[in-house]
């Protein structure tokens, strides 16, 4: 970590049996890693986790050598934020939008089309579509409330930005409730400054259960890859399963890992199952994946083993014809998820990263290791040792992690959103005073 110039590092080597495979775990604090703080003022609110979820994509946006960042204050107001890559001289600005941040899945979305323009959804929990994006490319001025395509614009829950490698944009959300959901994608064209339907829905509950996506991944070979698991009810006692489906032609077809093509939209009965995971497993919704440079999808998740007490992170991945589990750590503190709501839980939801090398890193927060920002790292997802790593000695709270995609995709350095944040249980809220955001910068 380096925030005044100080390097240190702290090693213990442990040995870890699972599943009969011999495997090392190193425990170390890295020392590459440079904290960015924003000014003082507006601070952040952090009564909840509302700026700090998982499904925030993206709190922090890159395009060229421009940052944008966005975040509610204390009131609830939209704060956005843009400087220069490799400075620490932020221009804050009030946007005159607010949310309600008393319930944490009505995060901030951001992201920065190929021409430059700054785009933002917010405020979302069952609502209708709040959407603006910026006047002009490079600008912190945005526009009145927009439409995208006129459809399915009510009952808004989970958006999420993704920027395709031709400048384009993804839009993926939920519209409907928990245990009754339907998930849309729309294609933003940055020719025409357009949005259109690619699929309505492409994931369908039926009316009887909801996907829950874990983002979509785009290959170099610009194949989209989304994975999920299934809600029957509000309670996340009932997530079960994970599922996959790929596009290789921009989302007019989509098919399973060994290229059986869907029939849309995708339902429980037709999707693929790629890892069967019952009910009451503590199983977690909207995690993450990514893809390696050799085109293989990998997921990052957690749940209870079979016969266990103790949630652990697992990573997901295809190898050749088959998928494959690997458990990630030996956490040793049971826990259980059950209710509707936001949770209070001792963990966070995993993002996963593949380097250009294939090395694969998982970024979490876990109360085991005193609510820091850790990483696990692996050369080798088929065997190979985790090295597990924090990346400061910061207590974050109830932080989840998220992070400026483009500049990952673009340079291979993580640049993540984080201050502390509290949660209590169904949406009640803890009492933590206003926090200072700050960005770490780590190129691993």
């Keep these: 970590m380096r925030e005044t110039g100080n390097f240190f590092r702290f090693i213990i080597v442990s040995i870890i049996v699972l599943s009969g495979i011999h495997?090392?775990?190193?425990?170390?604090?890295?020392?590459?890693?440079?904290?960015?703080?924003?000014?003082?003022?507006?601070?952040?609110?952090?009564?909840?986790?509302?700026?700090?979820?998982?499904?925030?994509?993206?709190?922090?946006?890159?395009h060229g050598d421009t940052q944008y960042i966005a975040y509610y204050d204390e009131t609830g107001e939209v704060i956005l934020g843009r400087r220069t890559l490799g400075t620490a001289n932020w221009d804050i600005r009030r946007t005159g939008y607010t949310g309600n941040t008393k319930d944490a899945h009505n995060a901030i979305c951001i992201a920065v089309d190929g021409a430059g323009y700054l785009h933002m959804a917010w405020d979302h929990h069952g609502h209708d579509l709040n959407y603006v994006r910026s006047m002009a490319p490079g600008s912190l001025d945005l526009t009145e409330r927009l439409s995208m395509t006129g459809k399915d614009?009510?009952?808004?829950?989970?958006?999420?930005?993704?920027?395709?490698p031709d400048g384009d944009l993804l839009f993926l959300y939920r519209v409907g409730s928990s245990g009754n959901g339907r998930t849309m994608l729309n294609r933003y064209d940055v020719e025409k400054g357009a949005w259109n339907i690619v699929k309505h829905p492409l994931i369908?509950?039926?009316?009887?259960?909801?996907?829950?996506?874990?983002?979509?991944?785009v290959d170099s070979n610009g194949g989209w890859h989304i994975s999920w698991c299934w809600r029957e009810t509000g309670g996340v006692q009932t997530n079960h399963d994970i599922c996959y489906a790929v596009t290789r032609d921009g989302g007019r077809t989509w098919q399973?890992?060994?290229?059986?093509?869907?029939?849309?939209?995708?339902?429980?009965?037709?999707a693929e199952c790629i890892v069967p995971i019952p009910q009451n497993s503590e199983l977690i919704n909207h995690t993450s994946m990514t893809v390696t440079p050799d085109g293989r999808p990998v997921i990052a998740t957690y749940w209870r083993p079979e016969g266990t007490t103790v949630p652990q992170f697992h990573a997901v991945w295809r190898d050749g014809g088959s998928w494959k589990v690997t458990q990630i750590g030996r956490r040793t503190t049971p826990f259980s998820l059950s209710g509707a709501g936001t949770k209070r839980i001792p963990i966070s939801r995993p993002k996963v990263f593949a380097d250009k090398n294939g090395r694969v890193i998982v970024i979490f927060r876990d109360e085991e290791r005193g609510f820091r920002v850790s990483a696990a790292v692996t050369d080798r997802l088929d065997g190979g040792d985790w090295r597990i790593m924090d990346l400061s000695d910061t207590d974050v709270g109830l932080w989840e992690p998220s992070y400026d995609t483009a500049l990952w995709a673009r340079e291979g350095i993580i640049h993540l959103y984080v201050h502390k944040v509290g949660q209590g249980d169904g949406e009640t809220l803890d009492i933590v005073d206003p926090q200072h955001v700050k960005v770490y910068e780590w190129k691993p």
């Design 256 to 270: 399973t890992s060994g290229g059986k093509t869907y029939d849309l939209p995708i339902t429980e009965a037709t």
């Design 204 to 217: 369908d509950g039926e009316g009887l259960r909801n996907a829950y996506t874990n983002q979509i991944a």
């Design 23 to 62: 495997t090392a775990a190193l425990s170390e604090t890295a020392d590459n890693v440079v904290i960015t703080p924003l000014p003082n003022e507006p601070a952040a609110w952090a009564n909840n986790s509302v700026n700090a979820v998982i499904f925030r994509k993206d709190p922090i946006a890159s």
């Design 153 to 164: 614009e009510e009952r808004v829950t989970y958006p999420e930005f993704f920027n395709l």
